[in-house]
């Protein structure tokens, strides 16, 4: 079983490939110094990223099998994307019109649609992000695998459970060739597309070894997905050249003084700066924020969503703040699951076409936020591929989901989950206009 489908190349234009989908026309972005392609290749694309060639006949059996599946699970997905407009106050409904229209909301617009409390005009919120989800990318969606490779942090946010003054936490790091064997064997396995690679700021990884790591692993077929934290554009600048091609940096909060409270140490601008470092060199970006941070207000949530759409990320990633024992924030309160959920649908209505994750730290605020984020506008999952005795040590919060599942499993539930909605676990990019 392979979880991602080829797509038949059918025009170039400079950097940038059109593929056929099944019948629908996407674009995504080549990668010709990596691998040269022509139109009439197959190819596995990710998040919109060209991943590699497949040849011929085999692309042609796996499009075999997935042809039969893929139209039922679109009817699936369609019925499920039907708005059930009634519920809605005249004025919300009167906001969400311009989300048919294909207007830009305005901040104050996007405040009155997060200030929404009552179920049953939520449940109309989410259905209308869910369904500019669908008209966006189609039941198409992507799975990440993800290698927490290093649970040593130099950094010490205060939110943080892995952070460096952290006691009693038994630490680890994995060696190159132990974190690439990790890899083959998921891919080999589970077909992953795009591999994460996430650590905390561990400087015992030096350029050379990071650099080592992305190649090989690049050379095995996949895209490469950094998450290394504040390292210097340097360092990035040359694993771009080995090869990675995105890179995932949360920015946390945008309320510069919540900010410096809970990273000591750094500035929002240093890091700001960084990502958008990170998008001129040519890494697709994930980012995002943490939702629910003590102190934080409706108003910084929405303006958290508007620097996210202002990075011109490909990825939304965000998850709920959730409290751990040990770190200098382990009273404070945790966040609620419809604060997350309305993130997750008001990202949707004001970046259509982004990717949204829905993350592990959502998982773990209860078992069926998952499912709901998905049918909140999310389109986006990670499939946690760390080996089982190191998962509860990348312990950055407390009671982490998945933490005893093994990959096999995980992976059967997220593509039953996948299934039950109708979506198709791949992702191709965005649907060609
Ligand atoms: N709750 C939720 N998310 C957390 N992260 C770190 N600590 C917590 C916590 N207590 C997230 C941060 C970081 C990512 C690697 O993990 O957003 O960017
Ligand atoms: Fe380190 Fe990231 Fe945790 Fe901060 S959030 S302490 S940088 S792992």
């Not at 008209?135 to 290093?150: L, P, Q, Y």
Request: glycine share 6%; with cysteine; proline share 3%.
């Amino acid at each position: 079983m392979c979880y991602a489908i080829p797509a038949l190349l059918i025009a170039i234009e400079g950097n940038i490939g059109i593929v056929d989908y099944f019948g629908e026309k996407r674009k995504i972005l080549l990668d010709l110094e990596f691998e040269p392609v022509k139109v009439g290749d197959y190819i596995y694309a990710q998040g919109g990223v060209f991943v590699r060639k497949i040849a011929p006949k085999e692309a042609e059996e796996i499009l075999a099998h997935w042809r039969n599946v893929f139209f039922e699970l679109k009817k699936t997905d369609e019925a499920l994307s039907r708005i059930d407009q009634d519920k809605l106050s005249s004025n919300a409904l009167a906001i969400l019109q311009k989300v048919n229209l294909q207007k830009t909301l305005k901040k104050s617009e996007l405040l009155e649609l997060f200030k929404l409390k009552a179920p049953e005009e939520l449940s109309v919120l989410y259905e209308i992000a869910n369904n500019v989800r669908q008209r966006e990318h189609g039941n198409a969606s992507c799975i990440h695998g993800i290698i927490e490779f290093s649970n040593y942090c130099s950094q010490n946010c205060c939110y943080c459970g892995i952070r460096a003054d952290r006691v009693g936490l038994t630490r680890y790091r994995l060696e190159i060739e132990e974190i690439l064997a990790i890899a083959k064997n998921a891919i080999d396995k589970y077909g992953f597309k795009a591999i994460v690679l996430q650590s905390g700021e561990d400087y015992w990884y030096d350029d050379a070894k990071l650099e080592k790591l992305v190649r090989n692993l690049r050379k095995m077929g996949v895209l490469v997905f950094v998450s290394l934290g504040l390292r210097s554009e340097e360092t990035y600048r040359k694993l771009y050249k080995a090869g990675a091609r995105a890179a995932l940096m949360r920015f946390e909060t945008s309320n510069e003084e919540i900010f410096s409270r809970i990273r000591p140490g750094t500035t929002l601008k240093d890091r700001l700066k960084l990502i958008r470092s990170l998008k001129d060199m040519g890494y697709v970006i994930a980012t995002g924020f943490l939702v629910g941070l003590p102190g934080e207000t409706d108003e910084d949530i929405v303006n958290n969503i508007l620097l996210t759409k202002s990075l011109g990320p490909d990825m939304y990633s965000f998850g709920p703040f959730l409290p751990t024992i040990g770190t200098p924030m382990e009273k404070a309160e945790r966040a609620s699951k419809e604060l997350i959920l309305k993130t997750i649908a008001i990202s949707r209505l004001v970046d259509y076409g982004s990717n949204i994750l829905v993350t592990t730290a959502l998982e773990t605020l209860d078992k069926e936020a998952k499912r709901e984020g998905l049918l909140a506008g999310a389109n986006s999952m990670m499939i946690n591929i760390t080996p089982e005795k190191y998962r509860s040590l990348y312990a950055i919060y407390d009671n982490r989901a998945s933490i005893d599942t093994v990959v096999s499993k995980a992976v059967q539930e997220t593509v039953d989950l996948l299934y039950s909605l109708g979506r198709a676990p791949t992702d191709l990019g965005f649907i060609s206009g």
